[in-house]
């Protein structure tokens, strides 16, 4: 194979792989709101929310997706969308609190680090799930450690990929 040809190749997979991030980015900037309770078939419920990044629908296979990774069931938990200013939590992506069964994910943009987006919405999101579930299956002192194989095979919680 020429010089000439190598580069070729090497150039047009570049352009490929380039036109794939490009695609998978697409429209994960746009945000969800929603002004009523929404309840999904395991029983996770989304309160009124605004500045969400993924819609109930993701939200829901996110849910499903981390209950079949973890090969355990439970019923989801309430999930609400606001700012963390109103309990002096600071920075963070989401906090699961698992007497009320809630987790919160923060709208506050300006006090975390990186940009958020429809991904950290996810990942936040699939790591509280991961405290969910090994809290609704007895497992509460491996959730409240992180000490469980299924925060690493499952969701370590928002990758800082930018």
Known sequence: MSYLSRNIIAISMCAILAGCTVDNNEGCD???STDQQLIDEYGLVLKPSQDMYINFDGISRTYADTMACMGMTATGPTIEFKSFSFAGIGAGWAFYHPVASTIWVNTDEEDIVLERDCRTDQEALK???VH????MNGAGD???GHSSASFKKCSVGVNTYY
Not at 132 to 135: E, M, S
């Open 132 to 135: 969910h579930i090994l809290h």
């Open 30 to 32: 746009s945000k969800y």
């Open 142 to 144: 491996a959730s409240r």
């Open 127 to 129: 790591h509280e799930f």
